[in-house]
């Protein structure tokens, strides 16, 4: 699962060669993306070397490879497409909702307990959703902000009980706290990553760490 910041970059990169021309350099990436140093642009293309989005070509100069993009990208026509039916009265599959239970907050800060609200769903198309089950958490706090992840974005979790390391996941730790972070390895340690220079990483031990499910998609309001 690429941040939405990491899809951008790598379809910005693909429009662009696509269209015939060399991989954008790191001031036109930086600008694209609206982020204020080229610092942020080489952490999100690290990440999408280590996801086996792209490869660097080495002794070139902007070289960057496209390996595969995102796994919705080429049903971008066909939601178009399915849009266009919906709007002429046609019904499609592609338009049809799955309801998803709202488990309550979720900490991106200080771990807090998940509390499931009953009878509280949150709806969202099939199409973003895949294969599994779901549920969905409201985030609170702001230590994932640099993976795109805000204060009060829902976050639509696919539940799980293993992930892999690199991936964002919903964590239980010591079999009553809930976090939001990203997942990491360290000298037989869990780590649990934060996404915010300003929180630091929790080392604990494996036997306290139960993996409750990983990041699918995210849903933010705009007011």
């Known amino acids: 699962m690429l941040t939405?910041?990491?899809?951008?970059l790598l379809l910005f990169i693909h429009e662009r060669v696509e269209a015939g021309d060399i991989a954008p350099s790191f001031d036109e990436m930086r600008d694209a993306l609206g982020l204020k140093s080229k610092s942020g642009i080489h952490r999100l293309i690290t990440a999408l070397v280590e996801r086996g989005y792209l490869e660097?070509?080495?002794?070139?100069?902007?070289?960057?490879?496209?390996?595969?993009?995102?796994e919705n990208y080429s049903n971008a026509a066909e939601n178009d497409n399915a849009a266009a039916e919906q709007d002429n009265g046609i019904f499609n599959a592609s338009s049809r909702v799955e309801p998803i239970p709202?488990?309550?907050?979720?900490?991106?800060?200080?771990p807090i307990e998940a509390i499931r609200n009953e009878g509280e769903y949150?709806?969202?198309?099939?199409?973003m959703l895949?294969?599994?089950?779901?549920?969905?958490?409201?985030?609170?706090?702001?230590?994932?902000i640099e993976a795109g992840i805000n204060d009060e974005d829902i976050v639509i979790i696919k539940r799980c009980t293993t992930a892999r390391e690199g991936a964002i996941v919903v964590a239980l730790v010591d079999g009553e706290e809930v976090t939001l972070k990203r997942l990491g390895k360290k000298n037989g340690y869990i780590a649990l990553i934060p996404e915010?220079?300003?929180?630091?990483?929790?080392?604990?031990?494996?036997?306290?760490?139960?993996?409750?499910?990983e990041l699918a998609s995210l849903y933010r309001t705009y007011h």
Do not use: C, H
């Not at 709202?102 to 200080?110: F, M």
């Open 4 to 8: 939405k910041k990491q899809r951008d």
């Open 56 to 70: 660097r070509l080495p002794n070139r100069a902007r070289a960057l490879k496209i390996l595969k993009l995102p």
């Open 102 to 110: 709202l488990y309550g907050k979720i900490a991106a800060g200080t």
């Open 122 to 127: 949150f709806e969202m198309p099939a199409t």
């Open 130 to 144: 895949g294969s599994g089950e779901f549920y969905a958490l409201r985030v609170d706090g702001d230590s994932m």
């Open 196 to 213: 915010n220079q300003a929180y630091e990483t929790r080392y604990l031990e494996p036997e306290r760490v139960n993996i409750q499910g």
